[in-house]
Every structure is written in C-alpha cells, then in structure tokens.
C-alpha cells in the first residue's frame, strides 16, 4: 500500500503543514486559511454526502479532501494557541539575574560552548521550568544533571528551532557555583564520562564516545563534528533512533536465550528505552525516539493492520500535539523523513535483492545473496539520503554526496563498535585490564575512521556547498519527485532513480557555480 490508502498518514502530514502555516502566516493570513480551510471542509463534506447517491467516483477524492481540511485547520489554530505562551518571555531580554536550576543538555559551536539549563528559582521571578540557553564565558565543563547557580543576562527570545527542544530564552553568563548529581541516575552518569574518558583518551575519542552513550558533547569538538557532517555521518554523533535500535537489539537477543516471550521482551526494551533516556537526559529528540520505536513495536503488535508507516504517523500527530514548534526541530524532521523514506523503499530494496538472488544454487547463491544484501543497504541508504535532502540542503546549504556510500560502508559495523563501547564501560569499574583490552578494537576503528574522515574534508572530497540562494532547484526536483513517487503506483522504481540523478546533477552544476 501506498500514502493515498492511509488516511491517517493523510491526516498526519496535513496536521503537520496547518501548524507551520499557523507559525508562519501573519495574523491576516491566519484569518483567510481558516476560511479557505472551513469552506474545503463544507465542500468536501458536501461532495462525500453527494457520492453516496450519484457521483461514486469522487468518494475517495472527497473523504481525503476533508481529512486534509480537518488536519489543516486543527493544525493552524493549535500552533496559534501555541506560540503565545512564549511571548511572555520578551520582558526578560536584557535583563541580569541570577538562576538556579539543572543542567540538561550541552554542546558547543565554533565559538563558544552552551549548556541547556532548567530554571528552579531565579531573583527575578523567572517561571520554575523555563528552559535557557546558556553560553559559557569560561571553560567550565558541566554534565547533565548537574545543579547550578548562575548570574546570567537574557538574549531574546529563541526562534522556533529551539522551542522544538522547549528552550525559551538566550543567555550569556558565568557559573557561580556547582553541585554534582547526587541521584543515582547522576551518578551513574558521571561514573559512564569517567570510564570512557580513561578508557578511550589514549585513542582521542573520548568525546565521541561520551556523545555514543551518554549525550555528553562537551568534550566533541567542532572540527569531529565538521568532518562528521562532512562525510554524511552526523546522525552517528547524537542519540538517535539508530542508538536506541541497536542497545534493544542486543537486549533483546538476550531475553530471546533465556526465553523470555515476544511479548514480554517488547515490555522490557521499551521500559530500557524509557530508563536509558532518562540517563542521557531525556531530551526532547531522545523521547521522540523512543515514542516512535514504542509506536511501531506496539502498533504492529497490537494491532496487525498497522505498519510501520501508520505508526510513524501517529507518533508525529502526538509529538505536534505536545509541542508544535517540533515541525521546526532539524532532527525530528531527518529522523522523521529517513524512516519514512526507509519503510517506503523498503519493499523495492528487498524486491530488487530477490532480482539478484534469481534462482541461482549452490557457491553462486551465497555470492549473490552477498551482493544482495550490499544492494539492499546501499539502496535503502540512499533513498534515506535523498529524502532528507530538502532539510539538508536549506538547513546547511551543505550536501554530502559520498554519504550512501561511507553509510554503506560504516553503519553496518556501528553496531559492533557501540556494543564494544557499552561493554567496555560496564567492565571498566570491576576489571579495568579487560576493559582496556576490550576497548582497543572500537577506539582504534573510531580513530581511524576520524582520520579518513578528515582526509576527505581537507582534500575537497564528500560535500558539496551550495551558494546562497539555489538549494530551492535541486530541492524542488527532490520534493516532486517524493511527493510523485509517494502517490504512484507500485513498482515504479524509475521515479527513484529519475528523481535521485536530477537532485545529484542539479545539485553538482549549482555547487560549482561562482560564488
């Protein structure tokens, strides 16, 4: 099946598209949408009333024309609802005070680094739960959970990239006193960044592991990052659905040897999920992964009619719905697109694997079953690829055009290297000997990966960067071609193929255009 026999996929992206005009759209703008979005949904209406007697032909038409309707208009009035909480912030810009309150998040930019802290109490009455943004004026390095005292002067107000994450406002400051977590989640967390930091600061990759297994990141540096990014491998660097994947697949394989039912095993890793989040500091875009992967474990399990692309689709009307300003979040809208592009070529990648297998026997089986399975990564990396291209491309202005390829070639041993990571750190404080044994091979294949990562950035290999002002054409092309391939028929593999050479030429002559 495809999107245009999924209602509620409809209802979704619909719902999706009212909030970003309810954002976007001036207060006169608001007015004309919800009148053009109630006359489609009387019209709509009146046309499915029509079909039942005399125009069978446009019922569909007619049934999706008003769930569209009812999801732009929900959508428009719920951001607006939204979006006014935050103006009441804008008296605090310029403004000093002091805070009190815990740290839930860090990182750093070229510049400067940040912390995200969670008021508690502030002289200047700030409301208890008011998320800031941050930036040091000293070095001090702080860990999640940790509990501050600062003296701050408020920014303006944040844009909506950062309300996706619930931070409300700007800040520079200095930290003017610090306790460490005394919670045993702190605790343990604090225990996790020690181990990694003894374990992999001989291979430089200290920072990149405190990122793989505890969201610290920062000690990554700006330059990891950057040829990271460069290479199409950013999403390994945060927590991400892919993280959470393979630590429930290792947990799972081990309650499938000791028994434990299907059922019972899906209890347990979404409960781990939930435990492991709280660990990394539930951030907004580690729940989302963990909402999602709960969505498709239960929906598929709970109710056989639904796959994964209807439990991708509920997960997104529940997280627009506790907070709207996620449409504008970068990693919901990657980790949203490369699922959706994944579940949809899924069915070609395995169609075109059977094609390679043939009906071939003996040697010549496995050696093709081999090259399937190549073919079906490389395919499915692909499309994910060029489904998050639009978002890439306005986003960065920057395309990785090697990604299927190094993703081909990385993402398959991730797994590995992040479960040697986890063992390593869960021996580290009862046989450091052991440990350190075991943490040769991943902070080896880390550091080494680093260094080939960093060659291609600085030979010009991997990204393209797009001038100001074109990654409108290639993206067009993309956006047609998903939104044609989406409502197509079938077997149509030709609209990929098509539409992957168009974003890949356009995208080449636009890069190498003078500046």
Not at 446 to 463: C, P, V
Request: glycine share 8%; net charge positive.
């Amino acid at each position: 099946m495809m999107l245009k026999d999924r209602l509620f996929t409809v209802l979704a992206l619909f719902f999706a598209a009212g909030i970003a005009v309810g954002f976007v759209a001036s207060p006169g703008g608001k007015a004309v949408c919800f009148f053009t979005f109630a006359l489609l949904i009387a019209v709509s209406a009146g046309l499915l009333r029509l079909s039942k007697k005399r125009l069978p032909d446009w019922k569909n038409a007619a049934v999706y024309a008003l769930i569209a309707s009812i999801g732009l208009t929900v959508g428009t009035g719920w951001a607006h609802l939204r979006a006014q909480p935050y103006e009441e912030f804008s008296r605090f810009s310029g403004r000093e005070d002091t805070v009190a309150g815990t740290v839930t998040d860090s990182g750093s930019s070229e510049t400067s680094s940040y912390v995200i802290v969670k008021a508690e109490r502030s002289v200047n009455a700030l409301p208890s739960g008011t998320k800031i943004r941050l930036y040091l004026d000293t070095s001090t390095r702080l860990l999640c959970g940790d509990n501050v005292t600062v003296k701050l002067t408020y920014g303006n107000l944040c844009g909506r990239d950062l309300r996706a994450e619930g931070i409300a406002l700007n800040a520079h400051g200095t930290i003017v006193a610090r306790e460490y977590a005394d919670d045993p989640i702190g605790f343990l967390r604090r225990k996790g960044v020690s181990y990694c930091e003894k374990l992999y600061a001989p291979f430089g990759q200290q920072g990149l592991t405190e990122a793989l297994l505890f969201r610290e990141k920062s000690a990554l540096s700006a330059e990891v990052s950057a040829v990271y990014r460069n290479g199409g491998l950013s999403h390994l660097l945060a927590i991400s659905g892919l993280h959470l994947v393979v630590l429930m697949t290792i947990l799972r394989r081990l309650l499938s040897r000791v028994g434990v039912p299907a059922y019972a095993a899906d209890i347990v890793c979404i409960t781990a999920s939930v435990v492991y989040a709280i660990l990394v500091g539930a951030s907004p875009s580690i729940l989302r992964a963990v909402f999602m992967m709960a969505c498709v474990a239960v929906g598929t399990r709970a109710f056989k009619s639904i796959d994964g692309i209807s439990s991708l689709s509920a997960a997104l009307i529940v997280l627009l719905i506790l907070n709207p300003y996620a449409l504008f979040s970068v990693g919901l809208q990657l980790s949203f697109l490369s699922c959706l592009g994944i579940l949809l070529l899924e069915p070609y990648a395995e169609l075109l694997g059977e094609q390679i297998v043939g009906e071939t026997v003996g040697r010549k089986k496995k050696l093709r079953k081999l090259l399937a399975g190549v073919a079906e990564n490389f395919f499915v990396s692909a499309g994910a690829v060029l489904f998050t291209f639009p978002v890439v491309a306005f986003t960065f202005s920057e395309v990785s055009w090697i990604a299927p390829l190094l993703n081909l070639l990385v993402v398959p041993l991730f797994p590995y290297v992040l479960t040697l990571v986890l063992l390593s750190a869960l021996i580290c404080p009862f046989w450091t000997e052991a440990a350190s044994v075991l943490a040769f091979l991943p902070g080896t294949a880390l550091r080494g990966l680093e260094l080939a990562l960093t060659a291609l950035r600085e030979s010009g290999i991997g990204s393209l960067t797009l001038p100001d002002g074109t990654a409108w054409l290639p993206a067009v092309f993309v956006c047609a071609a998903l939104f044609g391939f989406a409502f197509l028929k079938q077997k149509r593999l030709e609209v990929v193929v098509t539409s992957s050479a168009l974003f890949f030429v356009s995208t080449v002559v636009l890069a190498f255009l003078p500046g």
